[in-house]
Every structure is written in C-alpha cells, then in structure tokens.
C-alpha cells in the first residue's frame, strides 16, 4: 500500500484515525465535505462531497487502498441515507474499481444487527437484523462489499464498528466498546492481510462482557490491546439508566431501536412492526 484514503476523515472516527494512521503509509489521502485543516507530513488533503461524480472519481485518483468512514454515520431521513450511503456507495466503490484500488475497508456498523436481542452470540455469519434505516445502509453495504468482491476481485473487509468513544458508559457499551487504536489495527488488515476477498468481522476491543464472537478477526490477525473491562465495575454500580425504551433495551441495537430515536417523524409510521424482539 503506497497511497491509502481515509474518507470521513473530519468525523469522531476519522479525526483520530487520521492521527494513529500517520507514517503507517507513504501517502495518505484524507477527505471529506468539511475543512480538514493542512496538510500534516505523508498527507494530501481533498475536499469532496462523496454523493457528486466529480468529486468521487477525483478522490480515488492512483490510491491503492481505501479505509471507507464516509457517509452518514447515524439515523437520517430515508432520502438522505439513499442518496449519501446507498446510491453514493454504490458509486464509490464502482469508481474504486474503475480507478484500479485494491482493498476496501468498510465501515459497517453493529446496526446492521441491532435487531437481534441481547445475550444472542453473533460471529458476522449471521443474517443481518437491522434496527434503522442507517443499519439498514450498512446491511446494503456489507452486500455491495461482497458484489465487488465476488463479481469484481476486490478485496474487502466490514467492520461492524462498536462503540469508537473514550470510555464505555452502559452495560451495552461495555460490550461493544472498540479503542481507536484497536479499531486502527483491524483497519490495516483489512488493507494488508493476504489473500482477503470478503470478510465481515466486529469492531469490538478485548471486552469480557460481549454477545459477539469475534474469531473471523482474530483469524485474520486481530490482537486487541484494549478492554473495556477497566470500566465494568463503574458501569456496574453508577445507576445511570441506559438510554432507549423496552424494545431498545431487550436488543443489541440499544436506543438506535427505540421509538423515536432522534425524534425522526417519518419513524412513527414503521413503528408498530416494532415489536417483535
Ligand atoms: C454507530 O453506528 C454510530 O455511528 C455511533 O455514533 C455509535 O452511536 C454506535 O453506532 C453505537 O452503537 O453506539
């Protein structure tokens, strides 16, 4: 990997990555609709809005490998979520292809599960249960991931990303806590193990308290250095109550399941199929 592109990289995630990824590779490409600041050393940076054609097929220019971050990262109203993470993924990884790149690492999200309940184990070979229009984006880009990887030759592993913030705060977050730095690791297998056509893995850290398996990873090399573990007993005694209503609660998806998530009223008219846990 000589030239590598972070897109999103003015988001939560991709503001940190940026960081742990510098001196990683002899380029790396950040992007994003927001400004990015100057360039830092090894770095080029690109403005680019990732749903306009233009902008797309100049950002993929001579890059062999890509760490996906861009798009939407939470619930939206369904014409955004169409337009920014299906039909702009869609075209992303098309001019990926066109453009001769590689590997592709996704930012999947554990939305693209949500809907199975709590203390179920998953591995990442299980269907997918979305909880929300933005799982349901990342369902659709976990199967464009294996379109261009079976149809097209690219290699490409999702990541079901946890929760990427300082300190698990919930009993959910305790299981599905991930470091930057855990989570920077799994990104560059994704761009550097051999042989990698389609893998799904979780984007989880070395946490006791989890319902996810995450032995696709580890076969691919995945040693986490950090636990979330060192907060089990705060969570544990806090008494802050967990935020979501009853459906929210009982499924792994936690309040990106619950009614009302983000006050969004176009919810309400899908809400009564929410039940069934
Ligand atoms: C996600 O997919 C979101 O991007 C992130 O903001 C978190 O809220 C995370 O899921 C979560 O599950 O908590």
């Not at 592109?5 to 510098?22: K, P, S």
């Not at 619930?75 to 869609?90: C, F, K, P």
């Not at 693209?112 to 880009?141: H, M, N, T």
């Not at 560059?188 to 995450?214: A, C, K, P």
Request: glycine share 14%; with cysteine; aromatic share 8%.
């Amino acid at each position: 990997m000589r030239r590598v592109l972070l897109t999103g990289a003015g988001g939560g995630i991709g503001r940190r990555m940026r960081q742990t990824l510098a001196g990683a590779y002899p380029i790396l490409r950040v992007s994003d609709m927001v400004d990015l600041g100057p360039a830092g050393d090894g770095e080029e940076v690109t403005l680019a809005d990732l749903t306009g054609k233009e902008d797309i097929e100049r950002v993929v220019v001579g890059v062999d490998g890509i760490i996906h971050l861009g798009g939407l990262s939470v619930e939206n109203a369904w014409d955004d979520i169409l337009r920014t993470n299906i039909d702009g993924a869609y075209r992303f990884y098309e001019a990926a292809y066109n453009a001769g790149v590689k590997r592709i690492v996704f930012a999947s999200s554990n939305h693209a599960i949500g809907f199975y309940p709590r203390g179920q184990i998953l591995d990442g070979s299980e269907r997918p249960r979305a909880d929300c229009r933005y799982g349901l984006s990342k369902v659709f880009g976990e199967a464009l991931s294996q379109y261009f990887a079976d149809n097209y030759g690219l290699g490409v592993l999702s990541i079901r990303i946890g929760y990427c913030f300082e300190k698990a705060e919930t009993q959910r977050t305790l299981g599905s806590w991930i470091s930057i730095g855990d989570l920077t690791q799994l990104c560059r297998i994704g761009l550097e193990v051999q042989d990698l056509h389609h893998e799904i893995v979780y984007g989880m850290s070395d946490n006791s308290r989890t319902w996810w398996d995450n032995k696709t990873a580890k076969r691919l090399g995945y040693q986490p250095k950090d636990s979330s573990d060192v907060w089990a007993a705060e969570v544990d005694s806090s008494g802050v109550p967990e935020p979501g209503d009853a459906v929210g609660l009982a499924v792994q998806g936690g309040p990106f399941a619950s009614e009302g998530y983000q006050g969004d009223p176009s919810r309400v008219a899908v809400q009564g199929a929410k039940s069934n846990t």
